[in-house]
């Protein structure tokens, strides 16, 4: 890890937040009028990095989205409006949550119809994987997701443990058959 930036300085989470608008039009949508999951999840890792890149000011690389409940269909013409903020930094990695409604244009109904949490990672020009200053949450709700944030963490990190060892394992079967004994 490139460790020149020694002392990062402590943001705010207010410092992090950022809001981003869509009109969903009819390329955002499938047969039925709704707005495509894949699209929907492509705003949501624009208005994270955003978050990510108030925070660490350098350049941020997407290392992973957790599960995403689409709760609603979005439908053709409704507002999509997301907001992100940093939910917690670690060395150089920040946990950023991320929050989306769809109001209909015609009646002013406002519904929450997604929310994800994604990691971002912060480096240089070359890739190389860079120091982040550190968050202060402030309100007992950023506290919360501070704490929470811990948690999810140490979840990814036994999540990937538990994949590494399911694809060796499918390996060492894989092999077995292609040259029994
Ligand atoms: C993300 C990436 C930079 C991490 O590189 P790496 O060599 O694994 O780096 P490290 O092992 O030193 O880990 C660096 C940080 O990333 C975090 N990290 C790495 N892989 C992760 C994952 N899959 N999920 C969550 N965090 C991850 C580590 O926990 C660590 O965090 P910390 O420094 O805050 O403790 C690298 O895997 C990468 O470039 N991936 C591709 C990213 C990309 O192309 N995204 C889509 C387009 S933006």
Redesign the pocket.
Known sequence: ?NTQNQHPKVRTVASTQSEKTEIVLPNDTNMLGHLLGGRLMHFIDLTGAMAAYRHARTNV????MDHIDFIRPVHLGDLVTLKSSVNRA????MEVGVKVWAENTRTGEVAHVASAYL?F?A?DEQ?R?QKVPQLKPETPDEVRRFDDALRRREH?ERE?VRRSEGKLAVAALASEQDNPS
Not at 61 to 64: D, G, M
Not at 90 to 93: D, N
Request: proline letters at 0%; glycine letters at 6%; zero cysteines.
């Open positions: 890890m690389v997407t290392a992973s670690f060395s150089s990695s990691v990672v480096v890739g994987v990814r990937s």
